[in-house]
């Protein structure tokens, strides 16, 4: 089993700033990679961020220049710093794991979520 934990989540007005933080624990063999996808209402969950073991990062069209994803390979945690917050940004934040446990299976855990509201 793989546990992510995740905090940081809450109410900020438009430009400000918030950092989520994730947590993995359990039987983690080895990890790909680390990412927060978000889900706004009526939307489909997408992808916010990613960072690969190596340091390799994707972002969001909408969230680059504004978002910085950072890893602790040590401690498998993730970070998620955002700032200049605007509405359109309004989700619940999902951490993301993917790697591997013994014997090379492959997984791919979710966190349960964290809610993001920004509103003046």
């Known amino acids: 089993q793989v546990q992510l934990v995740e905090s940081g989540g809450g109410l900020v007005q438009p430009g400000g700033s918030l950092r989520l933080s994730c947590a993995a624990s359990g039987s983690i063999f080895s990890i790909d990679a680390m990412g927060w996808y978000r889900q706004a209402p009526g939307k489909q969950r997408e992808l916010v961020a990613r960072?690969?073991?190596?340091?390799?990062?994707n972002y969001a069209d909408s969230v680059k220049g504004r978002f910085t994803i950072l890893r602790n390979n040590a401690r498998n945690t993730v970070t998620l710093q955002m700032n200049s917050l605007n509405p359109e940004d309004t989700a619940i934040y999902y951490c993301?794991?993917?790697?591997?446990?013994?014997?090379?299976?492959?997984?791919?855990?979710w966190g349960q979520g964290t809610q993001v509201t920004v509103s003046s």
């Open positions: 960072i690969t073991t190596g340091g390799r990062t």
């Open positions: 993301n794991l993917d790697g591997f446990q013994r014997y090379g299976i492959s997984f791919s855990a």
